[in-house]
């Protein structure tokens, strides 16, 4: 079992900025990816950014927000600035990688809520 655990969500201004967080623990013997998703009520869950070997961004997103990822502490960041109303929404982390070298794991965070004034 892989557990995902968010923080960093908040209340903040429009214009403003924030960082959330996502550690992994568990059976971990590999990550190959990480990512951040989100979805609005009565909408579809889309991705906003996903980092492996490459970064992979919303266009929604592109600009305002950076993924990054700490290898060595099994944890995905993603950096916000440039807040709007539109990105009020649960923020939920993914990862994707193997409990064993034949095993994968494919694991969800129970998400952090961001929402921006206007």
């Known amino acids: 079992q892989v557990q995902l655990v968010e923080s960093g969500g908040g209340l903040v201004q429009a214009g403003g900025s924030l960082r959330l967080s996502c550690v992994a623990s568990?059976?971990?013997?590999?990550?190959?990816?990480m990512g951040w998703y989100r979805q609005a009520p009565g909408k579809q869950r889309e991705l906003v950014a996903r980092?492996?070997?490459?970064?992979r961004y919303a266009d929604s997103v592109k600009g305002r927000f950076t993924i990054s990822r700490d290898n060595a502490e099994d944890t995905v960041y993603q950096q916000m600035i440039g807040l709007k109303p539109d990105d009020t929404v649960v923020y939920c982390c993914?990862?994707?990688?193997?409990?064993?070298?034949?095993?994968?794991?494919?694991?969800w965070g129970q998400g952090t809520r961001v929402t921006v004034s206007s």
């Open positions: 568990g059976s971990i013997f590999s990550i190959d990816t």
């Open positions: 980092i492996t070997s490459y970064t």
């Open positions: 993914k990862a994707y990688g193997k409990v064993t070298r034949t095993a994968d794991f494919d694991s």
